[in-house]
Structures are given as structure tokens and as C-alpha cells.
């Protein structure tokens, strides 16, 4: 398979997952667990797609037992982004270097979220 062609899918894989979210229902982990948030769903979706476009195409997806969705963005071998959708749309961003946190923001809105995810994706080692 092509380096194109695995980005396509590893896309495609991440968004298939992501809509399979859409099925859970209350109860869905080990009878816990709120469905997932129809807007954190959303959110995800765009900026997988956003990243995506901007050559971040490394990506996994989990839902959270609370409704929120958690993205994993690998960006180098010592460098990881997470962005916890939550209900209502609005983002958490967290980023670890080394495995130590060098940024944590809360409550950002879609586009800034997107915004320090591109400045991160453009940065990469260069972050302390």
C-alpha cells in the first residue's frame, strides 16, 4: 500500500469508528457510561478531517464513559497530542513531550483547538 494510500485509510478507519460511536447507548461500558455526545462526535469528525488536510494523519479515537470523545494524535516518537471532545463541544487539549505535560488547556472552542494542533503538527521536536 502506498504512504497515500494509508493515509486515506488510517482516515477513513478513524472515521469509521468515530460514527460507530453514534450506536452507544447508555450502559454501553460494563453497564456504565452515558451514550456519546452527538456534538463531541461532530467535533471529532471535523478535526480529524482538519488535521488530516494539514498532513496530521496519524490519529485513534476512544470514547469516554462519560460522553466525550478522546483523540490521540502521535506526532513524533516524543511528542503526543490529546483533545477530549466533550459534550458540548468544546475541547481539552493536552500536550506531552516525552511523556511529561508541557501544555494543558481547557475549554478551548473547535478553532483554537485546531489552531494549537497545527502549530504543535509544524513544531514537533522543537517544543520543550
Known sequence: MSAINER???RDQTLAR???FR?????WDLGRGDAISTSAI?????VVLAAF?????????????????LLAFPLSEDLDI??????DGLVDFICEKNGKIVE???????QDAL?????????????I
Open 104 to 110: 494543558d488547556v481547557v475549554a478551548l472552542s473547535e
Open 53 to 69: 488536510e494539514d498532513e496530521i494523519w496519524k490519529s485513534s479515537v476512544f470514547p469516554s464513559p462519560s460522553g466525550e470523545v
Open 115 to 127: 489552531a494549537r494542533l497545527r502549530l504543535c503538527g509544524r513544531q514537533k521536536t522543537r517544543l
Open 18 to 20: 468515530l460514527d460507530e
Open 23 to 27: 450506536a452507544l447507548k447508555p450502559g
Open 82 to 87: 490529546e483533545l477530549y471532545v466533550r459534550r
Open 42 to 46: 461532530d467535533v471529532a469528525e471535523r
Open 8 to 10: 486515506f485509510s488510517r
